[in-house]
Every structure is written in C-alpha cells, then in structure tokens.
C-alpha cells in the first residue's frame, strides 16, 4: 500500500460544528503532516507529528486540533470554525523527511 | 530562511512541445527536492524527488535536473499531451527538522 487516505473528501459543516478529517497510511512512515491549501496557493504547513509526537505547530488557532492516535493515523478535529477556514486540507506522510506522499484531501466548506 | 521560486507561473503551449519549468531556491544546503503534480481541487502527486546528492532524476517523458550550488532546478516535460496540463509544484526539504518549502507553482496548459 503506497497510498495516503483522507476521509471525507468533502464537508459542509456550521460555524458552531464539531467535526473530525482522517487521514490513514500503511507505508511504516513515521512522520505524518497537516497542511492547509487555499486557491491557486502552495500548501501551507499547519501541524507536523514525527514518531506520534507533535513536533511542529506553525501557530495554527486552537479550534484546530490535531491527533496522532498511533503511527498510521492522523487526525485533525474542528470546531467554531470560521469560513475563511475554507479550504482544501491535505495530509501527508514520510520516512522522516525523504520524499512525501500526500493523500487526495478533504475540501472543507464553513458555512 | 528557505525561499523557493518557480518561473513561469503560467505557460500555455501546443501539444507536442518539449518544455522546462524552472525552480529555483536560496539556501543551497538542501536534503532533497520534489516536484509534484496538482490537478484543480486534488492532492499532490509526487513526480520526482532528487536527493542532495544527485544531479537528475527521469521517470517517462520527465526529466528533473539539480544543480544545487547554483541553486536551481528543472523539469523537462518532453512531447507535452494535454493530459499533462496541471499546476507542477516544485519543494524543497532542508537539513534538520525543518519543514517542506513550496514554490507557488506553475500553471502548465497543454493545447491540443
């Protein structure tokens, strides 16, 4: 298995929602990403977990926030989002930094 | 602080074209670099990753080239397809827990 998978490919949810993106792997990375992509932008870093632990936090507000269950999956809750946090969310994992493979994203709309 | 830059950022050319988009980056001390493919509201498909060590890398008709005390990258897409039209994403991985630096993109439109 070479793939990253993300769930849901898309969501709808309210500014007063509670909901959760997942993303899964079986390639044995040991390192797993966040990332946030607007229009026509690169992706933008939002949380990076290396050996299960958060090792990086590009200052992201708090009503995202990430999980890392085991080594092979990666969660990102949401709650009170704004819609300016409309976006594609994508996942990502690595070898620790050799080469990235990422999943096909989840397209988020905040209504 | 790593900085990455991709020229063009759009280019439209007719299919059967060879083509070269550029990629260029400030701190020649890198791990690897990646290019990557993204077709409008989709992931990121790796094409190509050169290691610090390298100097190319070719996977079919692409061909990604590293000169890194220059500071510079290209793909060579040979024989374009329309197929081949999305935005190409080149990244660059430093030493050390540093994170993946994207280039804005090029926009590439392969005309039949």
């Known amino acids: 298995d070479t793939e990253v998978t993300q769930t849901p490919k898309h969501l709808v949810m309210g500014m007063t929602n509670k909901k959760s993106l997942k993303c899964e792997q079986h390639?044995?990375?040991?390192?797993m990403y966040w990332y946030k992509q607007k229009a026509k932008k690169p992706p933008e870093l939002m949380f990076v977990y290396s050996y299960e632990k958060l090792s990086i936090n590009e200052s992201v507000p708090s009503r995202f926030s990430p999980e890392c269950p085991n080594s092979s999956l990666l969660n990102l809750h949401l709650h009170a989002l704004q819609p300016e946090d409309s976006a594609l969310y994508l996942c990502?994992?690595?070898?620790?930094?050799?080469?990235?493979?990422f999943g096909s994203g989840t397209r988020l709309t905040v209504v | 602080k790593q900085e990455v830059t991709q020229i063009p950022a759009a280019l439209s050319v007719p299919e059967g074209e060879n083509l070269v988009l550029n990629c260029s980056f400030t701190?020649?001390?890198?791990?690897?670099l990646q290019w990557f493919r993204q077709d409008p509201g989709k992931g990121l498909t790796s094409l190509l990753l050169?290691?610090?060590?390298?100097r190319e890398q070719t996977s079919g008709r692409l061909n990604a080239s590293l000169d890194k005390s220059s500071g510079r990258s290209t793909l060579y897409i040979a024989a374009s397809q329309p197929g081949d039209s999305a935005t190409y994403l080149c990244a660059v991985k430093s030493w050390g827990n540093t994170p993946l630096v994207f280039g804005k993109g090029t926009r590439l439109s392969v005309i039949a």
């Open positions: 990502a994992s690595s070898p620790t930094g050799d080469g990235y493979t």
């Open positions: 390639m044995g990375h040991r390192a």
């Open positions: 701190d020649s001390a890198i791990y690897n």
């Open positions: 050169i290691q610090s060590s390298q």
